[in-house]
């Protein structure tokens, strides 16, 4: 079983940059398509970005395209975060997606698909 520990969360001000990681505790990452997802105070989770087992293939929530960017490595994934505004300000969730059947280049928005999810790490951007 995968156990995911986020860090990187803090407090930033509007503008600038955080980045994100996730990393894998008794396990790696090969073979989970990875995700982000994010959840505002009074809001439903909502999707960010995920990112392929092979890396190869990522896809964004409109809100954040061009300004997030998802990357991974063997036991870790990551979220940069640039030109932060107050609506980013979130608990940022990463969550890892079975795929070894559904080969390399899967990756999904939805947060049923994922199996494991780490505990969160707190965002604010100040305005």
């Known amino acids: 079983q995968v156990q995911l520990v986020e860090s990187g969360g803090g407090l930033v001000r509007a503008g600038t940059s955080l980045r994100l990681s996730c990393a894998a505790s008794?396990?790696?990452?090969?073979?989970?398509?990875m995700g982000w997802f994010r959840q505002a105070p009074g809001k439903e989770r909502e999707f960010v970005a995920a990112i392929s087992w092979s890396g190869g293939s990522t896809t964004y929530a409109d809100s954040v395209k061009a300004r997030f960017t998802i990357s991974r490595d063997k036991n870790a994934v990551y979220l940069q975060m640039n030109s932060l505004k107050s609506e980013d300000t979130a608990v940022y969730s990463c969550?890892?997606?079975?795929?070894?059947?559904?080969?390399?280049?899967?990756?999904?928005?939805?947060?049923?698909?994922?199996?494991?999810w780490g505990q969160g790490t707190q965002v604010t951007v100040s305005s």
């Open positions: 969550a890892a997606a079975t795929s070894i059947w559904r080969g390399s280049n899967y990756y999904t928005e939805e947060a049923r698909d994922y199996d494991y």
């Open positions: 008794g396990g790696t990452l090969s073979s989970y398509a």
